[in-house]
């Protein structure tokens, strides 16, 4: 059954900050950034975002825990990047170039839509509604308006945890290679 992303999350707009962002080793907020989202590496390490000095606390673009983060520009062959926000911090914010999906657990998993979005069905779906030239961008109606293919929960639970799996796997076999491209550099070093 396919059905309006509207249907499945509240679609809200990431903060528009004037000027640039500074990090700030003070500061009261952490920002997601579009280079922070990676849909192998939930966000959740808090260290790793820029910090900000934050006194708008009335805005919707503090992130919450399940939080899909998607960017609102990509291109032709990128797409346009998805991740997760994992974390249980209430100071973590959300910027323009972001659209924040909070979603209705009771009809989809966010893990779930996580993993449609990037999919090759996904990011085609997504595709069809960018505008512009060579960067392209998708408005907040026309994200709303995306027709998401739901399975049952149960479905959804199994294939999320089929998807998992595979990353670990997949993470697995990366460190291996590394490994053994390291043995063969230590050997090769010894030989000379």
């Given amino acids: 059954m396919y059905l309006k992303l509207s249907h499945l999350t509240q679609v809200i ?10 990090d700030l080793p003070n500061g009261t907020h952490r920002v997601i950034l579009v280079r922070d989202l990676n849909i192998l590496n939930p966000i959740d390490d808090y260290t790793d975002l820029l910090l900000v000095n934050f006194e708008n606390t009335n805005t919707d673009a503090i992130v919450k825990p399940s939080d899909i983060l998607l960017s609102t520009r990509g291109t032709d062959t990128a797409g346009l990047k998805v991740g997760i926000y994992n974390g249980t911090k209430d100071n973590v914010i959300a910027t323009s170039s972001l659209f924040i999906l909070r979603v209705n657990k009771i009809k989809i998993l966010p893990e779930y839509l996580l993993f ?21 961008t998708i408005s907040k109606k026309e994200i709303a308006d995306i ?12 294939l999320v945890g089929t998807l998992s799996n ?13 490994l053994l491209n390291l043995l063969i550099e230590n050997i090769l ?4």
């Fill in 13 to 22: 707009s990431g903060y528009s900050f004037r000027g640039s962002i500074d």
């Fill in 116 to 136: 449609y979005l990037n999919s090759r069905r996904g990011q085609n779906a997504l595709k069809n509604i960018m505008s512009g030239a060579t960067v392209k």
């Fill in 147 to 158: 027709q998401i293919l739901v399975p049952p929960i149960k479905e959804q639970t199994l």
């Fill in 166 to 178: 595979m990353e670990k796997q997949t993470k697995l076999l990366q460190t291996k290679i590394q």
């Fill in 189 to 192: 070093s010894k030989t000379q």
